[in-house]
């Protein structure tokens, strides 16, 4: 159980265009996921928690009209990356916490590697 | 500002051996603590939690937390070389996590 699902795992792009990423709970249903950024031989920072019918709540520094986050149903939560520049290529990934582990433990999906060129 | 801190290694043990990885946390109200294991290009994989003070054995691996001394740590016995990765300490207040910069773990054979 606790499975999380990304697409795309890859993504290259152009600088000005903007790039969805979706985040899917496949056995368990979410009320909040979270977005995080991992740059290399860098730990991971949270940009934003999602929560399902409401606005996310984003982490000081990260831009919201940058970053759009919509999480529109139980298990699925999308990050959209508006006019995507170099300096936004990164790993991104995103996590969800079962109702069963109390909402303490996070299982992270396998993370989408974008490239801006 | 909450801060987790491990050392970056890298910790480098033979097969069989135990690799022993610390973190500290600074955020006293910290309710929840975890380790990941992530191999290079790959997500975090969660392997441990831990929520109350003393030791939690799963396995090969034993948790063992200290919230007076605001201190986490990771026993990894019979060390293989598919062990070798980086190992997240994270520390959850109200829901949300915080990372350690990690520690590189090599096991030679």
């Known amino acids: 159980g606790a499975v999380v699902s990304q697409h795309p795992s890859r993504v290259i792009c152009k600088s000005g265009t903007s790039v969805k990423i979706e985040c899917r709970s496949l056995?368990?249903?979410?009320?909040?996921m979270f977005w995080y950024r991992q740059f290399p031989k860098q730990s991971l920072m949270l940009m934003a928690t999602?929560?399902?019918?409401?606005?996310?709540?984003?982490e000081q520094g990260v831009e919201k009209d940058k970053f759009l986050i919509n999480h529109a149903s139980l298990t699925l939560s999308t990050l959209t990356v508006t006019s995507a520049h170099p300096e936004d290529s990164s790993f991104y990934i995103c996590?969800?916490?079962?109702?069963?582990?109390?909402?303490?433990?996070?299982?992270f999906g396998p993370g989408t590697r974008l490239t801006v060129t | 500002q909450k801060e987790v801190e491990q050392n970056s290694g890298p910790l480098s043990v033979p097969e069989g051996a135990i690799a022993s990885l610390n973190c500290t946390y600074s955020?006293?109200?910290?309710?929840?603590f975890f380790w990941y294991r992530q191999y290079s290009g790959k997500s975090p994989e969660l392997i441990m939690s831990?929520?109350?003070?003393g030791d939690k054995e799963d396995g090969r691996f034993t948790a063992q937390l200290n919230k007076a001394s605001q201190y986490v740590s990771l026993l990894i016995r019979d060390s293989q070389p598919s062990d070798s990765a980086t190992y997240l300490c994270?520390?959850?207040?109200?829901?949300?996590?915080?990372f350690g910069q990690g520690t590189i773990l090599t096991v030679h054979p």
């Open positions: 056995d368990f249903q979410a009320t909040t």
């Open positions: 994270a520390v959850s207040s109200y829901g949300k996590l915080t």
């Open positions: 955020d006293r109200v910290s309710q929840s």
């Open positions: 999602s929560n399902e019918g409401s606005k996310a709540t984003y």
């Open positions: 831990i929520y109350s003070n």
């Open positions: 996590s969800a916490s079962p109702p069963t582990s109390g909402n303490y433990e996070q299982y």
